[in-house]
């Protein structure tokens, strides 16, 4: 069974461009769930979908949005990067949320010059 | 909001000795889970816990649900190298909702 699939791994944007990272969950699975990782913060919440509707939002600004696709496919866009936006960006994927049993990607590196 | 707290940041022990982690929080938490990052790597879960006061092993790994269900705490017994990681606490308050995490203990073992 396939893992959890995260493109680009890596990546490099200058400040108010806008990047967009795409996440496959395990198949059969329908909640799809993106983190934040940086060194100083551990893993900060951004939004959770489950049969492509938003369950679950995190305390981000709106330039961080997301969306799932029938298929459940994730992506999630951030707009008008800035400096701070460098981090690791962690997709997992679970059955549902009940359990809070997640399955993480390897996760997107994205670097704001 | 909800946070958890782990510390120290860092460990280091030897290897072939037990190490304890804990996790505290202000809310209760109904699920509280254990997860371990190796370097290039996502966390993987490594125990759940789903009761208060719940103990549960997964190899030379046991964690306990505390019984206020304000914290718990994982211990790792005769370390070795390949323990070395990031070793995260996350706490579910209900079905469905989100998970908070802690902000990591980064484990190093000395051959």
């Known amino acids: 069974k396939a893992g959890v699939t995260q493109t680009p791994r890596y990546l490099i944007k200058t400040r108010g461009q806008q990047v967009t990272l795409s996440c496959s969950p395990i198949s059969g699975h329908r909640s799809v769930s993106w983190y934040q990782q940086t060194p100083g913060q551990g893993l900060q919440f951004l939004f959770e979908?489950?049969?492509?509707?938003?369950?679950n939002k995190g305390n981000f600004p709106g330039r961080f949005s997301g969306r799932q696709f029938s298929n459940s496919r994730s992506e999630m866009n951030v707009s008008t990067l800035e400096l701070g936006d460098s981090a690791l960006y962690l997709c997992a994927s679970s059955p549902d949320s009940y359990t809070g049993e997640l399955f993480f990607g390897e996760g997107s590196r994205l670097t704001v010059l | 909001g909800q946070q958890l707290n782990q510390s120290p940041q860092s460990m280091f022990i030897q290897e072939g000795e037990d190490v304890s982690m804990n996790c505290t929080s202000s809310?209760?938490?109904?699920?509280w889970l254990w997860y371990k990052q190796d370097p290039g790597e996502g966390p993987v879960l490594l125990i759940a816990?789903?009761?208060?006061?719940e103990l549960t092993s997964n190899g030379r790994l046991t964690a306990q649900f505390g019984i206020t269900r304000k914290d718990s705490f994982l211990n790792i017994s005769a370390s070795i190298p390949s323990d070395v990681g990031i070793y995260f606490c996350a706490g579910q308050g209900g079905a469905n909702s989100k998970l908070t995490f802690g902000k990591g203990i980064t484990l190093s073992v000395r051959p």
């Open positions: 979908y489950f049969s492509e509707t938003q369950r």
């Open positions: 809310s209760i938490f109904n699920t």
């Open positions: 816990l789903y009761k208060a006061g």
